[in-house]
C-alpha cells in the first residue's frame, strides 16, 4: 500500500511541474508585454507585419508630399523599407506593440496607431538617402499615421488568470507531492533517477520550443505563425535554465544509479553466506574382471 501511494504522489507530483514550469515560462514570455515589447525589430522582419506597414507607409508618405510631386513608385517603396528598419520607426512599432498586448491580454480595445512624430523622422531619414529632393518637399511638422491593423488580433484576455494562478498552485502542489512521495518510497535511488529523466526530457523540451520552434519551424508558415514565433524567441533567456535542468537530470540520473549500486552491495555483505558439500562420494576406479 504505502508503495502504491508513493508512486502516485510522485505521478501526481511530475505532471503538476511539468504543468505548472509550462505555465511559469509562458507567463515570463508571452504574458509580459516588456519582454513582446522588446521583440519588435524580430517582427519587423516577418514579411506578415512588414509588408502592410510597407504600404501604410507609402500612403502616409505620398498623402503629405506637396500635389504634383513626381514619385517614382520604386523609389517610394524603398524609402518606406529603409525607413521600417530606421530606430526611430522601430521604438515607434514597439509603442504601437504594447497597445497590441493590451488588446490580446487584457480586454482593451480601440485603434492602435504608431508614433506620428517618430514615424516621420525615420520617413524623413529614408527619404534623404533615397532622393533628398523629395525629402526636402515633405513638411517639416508632418506627422504620419501608421495604423495597426486590429480586427485580426486575437482576443485572449480569458487565459491570463488561469495561466498565472496555475503557474503558481500547480508549483506549490508539486513540490508538495514529490516530497512526501520521496519521503515515503523505500527505493529512493530509483525516484532519484525517476526524477532526473523527467528533468531530462523537460530541459530538452524546452529548448526545442523556445529555440527550435521560432527560429527553424514557424517561419516555414508565414503570416501570423512567424510573428508568434516572434514572441516565442523572446523566451531565449531560458536557454540557460534548459541546460541546467539537462545537467542536473544527467547527474541525478547518475547518482541514482550509483547509490542504488551502493545499496545492492551492501545487501548482498549482510546476506547469510550458504555452505555448500558434495552430496554422495566419489566413484572409486573400476577395473573389468574380464
Not at 90 to 114: M, N, R, T, W, Y
Not at 191 to 212: E, K, T, Y
Not at 225 to 247: H, K, W, Y
Not at 272 to 282: D, E, F, K
Request: glycine share 8%; with cysteine; net charge positive.
Amino acid at each position: 500500500m504505502q508503495k502504491v501511494a508513493s508512486g502516485f504522489l510522485l505521478r501526481v507530483g511530475l505532471i503538476l511541474g511539468c504543468v505548472g514550469y509550462a505555465a511559469y515560462c509562458l507567463e515570463a514570455t508571452v504574458l509580459d508585454a516588456h519582454r513582446v515589447e522588446g521583440a519588435a525589430r524580430e517582427m519587423l522582419s516577418a514579411s506578415s507585419v512588414k509588408d502592410p506597414l510597407v504600404r501604410r507607409l507609402e500612403y502616409a508618405i505620398a498623402i503629405h508630399l506637396p500635389p504634383g510631386t513626381p514619385l517614382d513608385p520604386a523609389m517610394l517603396d524603398k524609402a518606406a523599407h529603409q525607413a521600417l528598419g530606421k530606430p526611430a520607426f522601430v521604438d515607434a512599432f514597439s509603442g504601437a506593440l504594447l497597445a497590441v498586448h493590451q488588446h490580446v491580454f487584457s480586454h482593451a480595445s480601440g485603434p492602435i496607431a504608431l508614433n506620428t512624430v517618430m514615424v516621420a523622422d525615420a520617413a524623413r531619414q529614408a527619404l534623404t538617402e533615397v532622393d533628398p529632393q523629395v525629402a526636402n518637399m515633405l513638411p517639416p511638422d508632418a506627422q504620419l499615421t501608421v495604423l495597426v491593423d486590429t480586427d485580426k488580433i486575437p482576443d485572449l484576455s480569458r487565459w491570463t488568470g488561469p495561466i498565472r494562478t496555475t503557474a503558481r498552485a500547480a508549483g506549490l502542489l508539486a513540490a508538495v507531492c514529490l516530497v512526501l512521495g520521496f519521503a515515503t518510497e523505500k527505493h529512493r535511488p530509483r525516484v532519484l533517477g525517476r526524477i532526473g529523466r523527467w528533468m531530462l526530457v523537460i530541459g530538452v523540451a524546452q529548448l526545442a520550443f523556445f529555440v527550435a520552434l521560432p527560429k527553424l519551424v514557424l517561419p516555414q508558415f508565414g503570416s501570423w505563425a512567424e510573428v508568434a514565433g516572434s514572441v516565442i524567441a523572446t523566451g531565449s533567456f531560458l536557454v540557460a535554465p534548459a541546460l541546467a535542468l539537462i545537467a542536473f537530470g544527467i547527474g541525478m540520473v547518475l547518482f541514482g544509479g550509483r547509490w542504488g549500486g551502493v545499496e545492492r552491495r551492501q545487501v548482498l555483505t549482510v546476506l547469510p553466506t550458504v555452505r555448500t558439500r558434495r552430496i554422495g562420494r566419489p566413484i572409486g576406479h573400476w577395473e573389468s574382471r574380464v
